[in-house]
């Protein structure tokens, strides 16, 4: 089968697809016939070596953790599902920007979504509940998600706005539009962001999805553990929370929790671009620019 994969760190260029064994479901499991996947901006990071010291990788390394598609294998003690379904969800081993993977963590593919948008759910998703649930944020509260038209961006908006809370989201001026239509109030990003925030009335807490801004973040937050932050290297020298995620029951919960969303007509998934495996490099390419609005994904 085809999986994208690079073998050495390096510019775009060294990320590419090969020929490789399929892997097959084992217990608890299920494999599926990959539709689509999500890009994680996050394996650019992996993919220049500029996290070689903090996570070293084995190569070749293989990308992608969310996709969706239709089940094909189902693992021994799995219930509930069979092949022929359409699913979305995670992978633990990578892996997912290929023609099969095996997921560890699995929901329905909501009707209403294409391929898509199911392919690059499940990581936004996760991180969104994740980061919501780390800084407490519930109803009558005020958030400030930084970064808020990309791919968790917008998701997080979401989230936020499902729980009751009021939502100022950071983009350009070309994405304001989309953040009102997502339920937030736009503000821009960049210097003077925390009297922009202040003018409308500030915030109790903050999601960063950005990076490169923690001092003013916590200025508005007012106290550094009010702010989490998804991709920040820098996080732990402002004494901010660099959160990562998992498949875990937390995983499993928030993929939930969007099908319920996405039933009640609450949760869209934004889709940047969408890419051909063979042009994963393209992929790369986009996210790097940082001005990808919404979801980057690959079509298998």
Not at 4 to 13: D, I, L, N, S
Not at 207 to 223: E, F, M, R, T
Not at 236 to 249: K, N, Q, T, W
């Amino acid at each position: 089968m085809r999986a994208v994969q690079f073998v050495e760190y390096g510019p775009p260029g060294v990320v590419h697809v090969a020929e490789v064994s399929e892997p097959h479901a084992g217990p608890g499991t299920i494999r599926i016939a990959v539709r689509a996947s999500g890009f994680s901006a996050g394996e650019t990071l992996i993919r220049s070596g500029r996290m070689r010291d903090t996570m070293p990788v084995q190569f070749p390394f293989r990308s992608g953790f969310d996709a969706a598609g239709v089940v094909d294998e189902v693992g021994p003690g799995v219930s509930g599902v069979e092949p022929g379904d359409e699913v979305f969800g995670w992978t633990t081993a990578r892996g997912a920007n290929a023609d099969f993977t095996v997921l560890q963590a699995w929901a329905p593919k909501p009707p209403g979504w294409s391929w898509a948008q199911a392919g690059g759910a499940a990581g936004s998703v996760e991180t969104g509940v994740r980061v919501l649930d780390l800084l407490a944020v519930e109803a009558g509260q005020t958030v400030l998600v930084q970064g808020a038209a990309g791919g968790v961006g917008t998701v997080t908006v979401q989230l936020a706005v499902a729980r009751g809370a009021r939502v100022i989201g950071t983009a350009s001026a070309a994405n304001h539009d989309l953040l009102r239509s997502l339920g937030a109030e736009p503000v821009l990003y960049g210097p003077g962001l925390p009297d922009r925030v202040q003018a409308l009335g500030g915030a109790d807490a903050v999601v960063d999805c950005a990076g490169g801004s923690l001092p003013d973040l916590i200025a508005i937050a007012g106290d550094p553990a009010k702010v989490v932050t998804i991709a920040d290297l820098g996080a732990a020298g402002h004494g901010v929370h660099l959160s990562h995620g998992g498949v875990d029951a937390l995983a499993v919960h928030s993929l939930g929790i969007a099908v319920d969303l996405a039933a009640q007509g609450r949760l869209q998934l934004i889709v940047a671009a969408r890419f051909p495996l063979e042009q994963a490099a393209a992929a790369h390419e986009l996210s790097e620019t940082r001005h990808a609005r919404g979801k980057i994904v690959l079509i298998t």
